[in-house]
T-cell receptor, first 113, second 116 residues
Framework: AQTIHQWPVAEIKAVGSPLSLGCTIK??????LYWYWQATGGTLQQLFY??????VESVVQLNLSASRPKDDQFILSTEKLLLSHSGFYLC????????????FGSGTRLTVL | AQKVTQTQTSISVVEKTTVTMDCVYE???????LFWYKQTASGEIVFLIR??????ENATVGHYSLNFQKPKSSIGLIITATQIEDSAVYFC?????????????FGDGTVLTVKP
């Protein structure tokens, strides 16, 4: 069975500080990987997607970047956090068939002060 | 552009009853996929059920079923024999065919409270 693990579970960071969030999927080779963001009380919005190692596409510009250094790993980062970066970050995976269901990790709750 | 609308902000029901949550969508594509997810109190988002637009039969998984009315662009979620643990936020989402971006367009969610 596939498992998806996100780290850290929660972060409290200062404005202007750097950030790195991670996601690892086990039990599935060559998955498509995605980052989604949810504002508190809001809906989910896609940030990035990656269909292969080393390739990441940005969907919205939020002063964030993403990388896929390994087949099973997806990283979300920024050098300078903004207050607007606060929220819930979710990593998700699917198979490479574009009709497939997305499965989400447990998320990282980020508070920027 | 795609749009997903959940008009019910919140619903409260007594356990063991049936609840229906509404969702309407807008798309120009002839082929698309519709999903329902549940977000628990911890924030975890759990996939529940999906409907492929080309399928006429309504999907059913456990005590979840869908009421797919394609001419009305509507995909309602029906939960039978509700349990306290069904209390959560329910999101309807749509994915268009022909892309490999994994982009789901989500509705704003419906908060379900199941009371004893």
């Amino acid at each position: 069975a596939q498992t998806i693990h996100q780290w850290p579970v929660a972060e409290i960071k200062a404005v202007g500080s750097p950030l790195s969030l991670g996601c690892t999927i086990k039990g599935k080779s060559s998955p498509n990987l995605y980052w989604y963001w949810q504002a508190t009380g809001g809906t989910l919005q896609q940030l990035f997607y990656s269909i292969t190692v080393g390739q990441v596409e940005s969907v919205v510009q939020l002063n964030l970047s993403a990388s896929r250094p390994k087949d099973d790993q997806f990283i979300l980062s920024t050098e300078k956090l903004l207050l607007s970066h606060s929220g819930f970050y979710l990593c998700a995976w699917s198979t490479r068939d574009n009709a497939e269901t997305l499965y989400f990790g447990s998320g990282t709750r980020l508070t920027v002060l | 552009a795609q749009k997903v609308t959940q008009t019910q902000t919140s619903i409260s029901v007594v356990e063991k009853t049936t609840v229906t949550m509404d969702c309407v969508y807008e798309t120009r594509d002839s082929s698309y996929f519709l999903f329902w997810y549940k977000q628990t109190a911890s924030g975890e988002i759990v996939f529940l059920i999906r409907q492929d637009s080309y399928k006429k039969e309504n999907a059913t998984v456990g005590h979840y079923s869908l009421n797919f009315q394609k001419p009305k662009s509507s995909i309602g979620l029906i939960i039978t024999a509700t349990q306290i643990e069904d209390s959560a936020v329910y999101f309807c989402a749509m994915r268009e065919d022909g892309t490999n971006t994994g982009k789901l367009t989500f509705g704003d969610g419906t908060v379900l409270t199941v009371k004893p």
